[in-house]
């Protein structure tokens, strides 16, 4: 796709990474500024696969943000390897709880999910999410309201179990 409208793919992380360092020129010292990676999320559909390994240097180093909220709900967002180029000054949000359908995750896979990221990124740097809003348009997605609060209910008791 990008490359039919006439961009490099190759040189797209170096320039959307400076169009944040533009725009976050001049920021308080002590904003936190947090960046959420969707690959699509508009009726529990996607419009992006792949894992991150291609621009997660660029993604982690020189994006100047403390943090990202990372899609990791399928196969489909790639394996953890990435996490390695984190840097110890920012944090992680892993969304390992799909927003898309109303399935509900298994607590024991998430915390083995957990334990596997914590192989390439201190345990400290990470924290549990959905992989995205219950409702990122105005159409919503699938899964019904006690079904998003159910995911929410065991997103907050694994990180009680992982983060005390």
């Known amino acids: 796709m990008l490359r039919q409208r006439g961009d490099d793919p190759e040189k797209q992380p170096d320039i959307y990474a400076g169009m944040v360092r533009e725009a976050l020129k001049g920021k308080p010292d002590d904003l936190t500024i947090m960046m959420h990676l969707c690959r699509g999320n508009v ?3 996607f419009i992006v696969s792949g894992g991150y390994d291609p621009v997660a240097d660029t993604l982690f180093n020189a994006m ?9 709900d399928t196969a489909r967002a790639g394996g953890f390897e990435p996490l390695r180029y984190l840097p110890k000054r920012k944090t992680v949000v892993l969304g390992l709880v799909t927003s898309k359908t109303g399935t509900l995750e ?3 896979d998430i ?7 914590a192989k390439y990124a201190d345990l ?8 995205c809003g219950f409702a990122s348009t105005e159409e919503g997605n699938i899964p019904a ?3 998003q609060w ?8 694994a990180a009680k179990e992982i983060w005390g």
């Not at 915390?111 to 990221?117: H, N, T």
């Not at 159910?150 to 008791?157: E, G, P, Q």
């Open 145 to 147: 309201e006690e079904e």
């Open 106 to 108: 298994s607590k024991d």
């Open 124 to 131: 400290d740097q990470l924290c549990l999410s959905p992989q």
């Open 43 to 45: 009726r529990s559909t």
């Open 64 to 72: 100047p943000v403390d943090g990202y909220f990372m899609e990791r």
């Open 111 to 117: 915390k083995r999910r957990i334990d596997e990221a």
């Open 150 to 157: 159910a995911k929410l209910r065991l997103i907050v008791d």
